[in-house]
């Protein structure tokens, strides 16, 4: 989303070149500062604007699914790492149920 691309863009990828993709959610706007978010805005899955839904949908099913959800608003919710990850277990298992519902 931040690159201008679309999930349009990458169902045309030959799927061999997506043998795994690393993901995250964000607020729809582009932010003034993008390493400020790289390094703590991102969001879980579902908890923000992009079509997460759809690029999930859009991806051939081959293709493993990394998190990237650096978060200040995480660390500091969730000071516990373990705490922190079974936050993120939990929403991303909800958001894979049902990822149409975040398209």
Not at 23 to 47: F, H, K, Q, S, Y
Not at 81 to 90: F, G, Q, S
């Amino acid at each position: 989303a931040r690159t201008g691309g679309t999930v349009a863009d990458v169902a045309t990828i030959d799927a061999a070149r997506l043998p795994y993709v690393q993901l995250c959610d964000a607020e729809a706007a582009r932010p003034d500062n993008l390493v400020v978010e790289a390094l703590d805005g991102r969001l879980t899955l579902g908890a923000g604007d992009l079509p997460v839904g759809e690029l999930v949908a859009a991806l051939p099913q081959h293709t493993a699914i990394s998190l990237e959800v650096r978060s200040a608003h995480l660390r500091t919710s969730f000071p516990d790492p373990k705490d922190r990850a079974r936050h993120v277990l939990t929403t991303t298992q909800a958001f894979l149920d049902h990822p149409e519902q975040h398209s």
